[in-house]
Each structure stands twice: as C-alpha cells, then as structure tokens.
C-alpha cells in the first residue's frame, strides 16, 4: 500500500494525513472546498514545526513530506489510484453511509476502506457497500502526530487478511495498532465517555468544581488532562453522540448523558472549537480560564 487517500481535513484527517506522508506514503488529502484544504496544509506544516523544532524532524524532511501530500476537491479524482481510503468526514451515519456507497463506486476493486469513526458501527458502514470484507475501523486519536494508539476495529464481515494489512500498516506509521471487535464505542469510547459523562454528572451535582473536579483527575490518577479539559478538547458535540451510540446501542440507562451536556451542546457552548466549554479559551493563546457559567 502507497497510495492513500484521506477524505475531510479536518482535525483527524489533517493528522492522519501528516502522519503517513512523514513515513513517505503518498496522500491525496480530500475536501469539498479549497479553503478547508489549504486551512489542513498550513495546520500540517506548523505541527510539523514543532517537531524540527525539537528536533525530532529536520527541516528537509519536513519539506519532502510536505510534498507528497497532494489535495483534492473531486473525490473521483482524489480516490481513483488509492490503495487505501480512510475517511475521516463528520461524525454523521448518514453522511458515512452515502460516502461510502460512493467510495466504493468510484474506487480500485482491491482498495480497503476505513473509517475513522470514534463510534460509529463499522458494520453498518460495511454493508453499505458491495465489499463488506475490505472495510475496517481504523480510529486515530487526537492530536494524531502525538498518540501512540490506533484502534482497528473488524467489522462483521471484516477478512482476516485486510485486518492484519492493516495491523501492519500501523506500526510502518510507528503507532501501536491494538485490534478490537465491532461493539457499541469499540474499546477506547466505551470506557472514555463513561468517565467524562461522570465528571460531568459530578459537577452538575455540585459536588466539586470544574477545576477541582480536572485536579482530582490529573494528580490522583496521571491524566495528562482532566476529563472537563478532554470533553471540551474532543468536543462537547462529540462527547454526546458517542454517549447516544453506547446508549441506544446497549440500551442500558447507565450510558444517558448528562442534561447539563446536552444543554451545553444545545446552547452551542461546544469546547475549545466554539471557545467556550467548560473552560473559556481565546484564540492563539495557551491559557484557558474556567468558564463564567461555572464561577457564579
Ligand atoms: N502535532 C505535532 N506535535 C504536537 C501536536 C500536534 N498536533 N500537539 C502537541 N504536540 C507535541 C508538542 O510539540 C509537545 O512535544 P514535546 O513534549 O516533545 O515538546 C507535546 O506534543 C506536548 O504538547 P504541549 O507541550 O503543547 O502540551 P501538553 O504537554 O499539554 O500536551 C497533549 C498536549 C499531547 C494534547 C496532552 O495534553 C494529552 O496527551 N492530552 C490527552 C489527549 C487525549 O486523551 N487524546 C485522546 C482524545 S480521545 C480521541 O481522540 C478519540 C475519540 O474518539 C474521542
């Protein structure tokens, strides 16, 4: 596999794609407008930066890697030469189902595609195609050049041999592939979202403070964040419909967010994107204050 295709550039398709055009893959990066992509190449570059500058990247490398990524706004053009499509659109069954029927009409017979839902069944986005063997989980965590992990989930009808290309695959990314079956938030989300939902259960019972609640997490159990600093880092919008997917998939109430999420993501108070979650952040500036609805 050499030729791979990423489909959104956003955060996690501008990540993924990073990542494998420093290990020398050739990437079509698609989007539907322009600017999005030219947005993904400059995000691309500066994460890069960080990386000559402790050097763990030297500029020249930097440079070649930059030029294998190539970008697109016809998925036809983007995908025709791709031995591997990873999509990485929104977050939206419907809009996956339709991009997929349209992947595997506009894509090689022998190409595998993969999404990088956070929680969407993979076998439902299989069956949308004409082959459900060659499509596979492959979810990344963010920020992508920095996390180790890649969750490769098998769907149902997932063959042995496409997963272990793809096992394979990750560890030439220099990622630790662990591989999973097709549940309801797969591995990393069914145990993530319980605990942020909890945190967030924890504060609307006034039994601590945001920044208490984060504290309690960082130095108690070496969470490089505290689950309100996470929720808001992901995306309180995400956050949510993971927790939808866990409850309805297993229809057990202990998965039910909490009404102070959904009010939050209903008021359009989302995180870091919105700049203003649990925390309040300003633009281009590393410090973040606890929000004002929590300090009254
Ligand atoms: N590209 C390249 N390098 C990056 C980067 C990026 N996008 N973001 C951060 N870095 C590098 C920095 O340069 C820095 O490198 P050094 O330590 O070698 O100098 C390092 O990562 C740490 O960054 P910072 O100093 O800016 O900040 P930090 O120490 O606070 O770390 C963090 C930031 C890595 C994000 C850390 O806070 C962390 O690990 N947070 C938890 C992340 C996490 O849990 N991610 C999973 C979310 S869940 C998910 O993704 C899946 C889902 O389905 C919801």
Avoid: W
Avoid at 11 to 19: D, L, S, Y
Avoid at 23 to 46: C, E, H, M, P, W
Avoid at 196 to 222: C, H, Q, R
């Amino acid at each position: 596999m050499n030729n791979i295709t990423v489909i959104g550039s956003g955060t996690m398709g501008n990540g993924i794609a990073h990542v494998f055009a420093q290990n020398g893959y050739k990437v079509s990066l698609v989007d539907i407008n322009q600017a999005a992509l030219d947005k993904a190449l400059a995000t691309i570059s500066r994460n890069m930066d960080r990386q000559v500058a402790k050097g763990s990247l030297s500029e020249e490398d930097k440079n070649t890697a930059l030029s294998k990524i190539k970008t697109f706004t016809s998925l036809k053009a983007g995908i025709e030469h791709a031995d591997l499509v990873i999509e990485a659109a929104t977050e939206n069954l419907q809009i996956k189902l339709d991009l997929f029927k349209q992947l595997d009409e506009l894509s090689k017979d022998e190409a595998i595609l993969a999404t990088n839902t956070s929680s969407i069944s993979i076998t439902k986005i299989a069956a949308a195609t004409t082959r459900p063997d060659k499509v596979i989980g492959m979810h990344f965590m963010n920020p992508v050049p920095v996390m180790k992990l890649v969750e490769v989930i098998r769907g149902y009808a997932t063959s042995d041999e496409v997963t272990a290309k793809i096992m394979d695959l990750s560890k030439k990314l220099d990622k630790i592939p662990v591989e999973v079956n097709d549940y309801p938030g797969f591995v990393a989300n069914r145990i993530l979202m319980p605990m942020i939902n909890e945190a967030i259960y924890t504060l609307y019972e006034s039994v601590a403070g945001v920044e208490e609640i984060d504290t309690v997490m960082k130095l108690g159990m070496a969470h490089p964040m505290g689950p309100l600093q996470l929720a808001d880092f992901i995306g309180l919008d995400v956050c949510l419909s993971i927790l939808r997917v866990l409850h309805e998939g297993f229809g057990n109430p202990k998965y039910a967010p909490c009404p102070l999420l959904v009010n939050m993501v209903e008021a359009g108070f989302k995180g870091v994107k919105t700049g203003e979650g649990f925390y309040k952040y300003t633009p281009g500036v590393k410090e973040f204050t606890v929000s004002p609805q929590f300090t009254k």
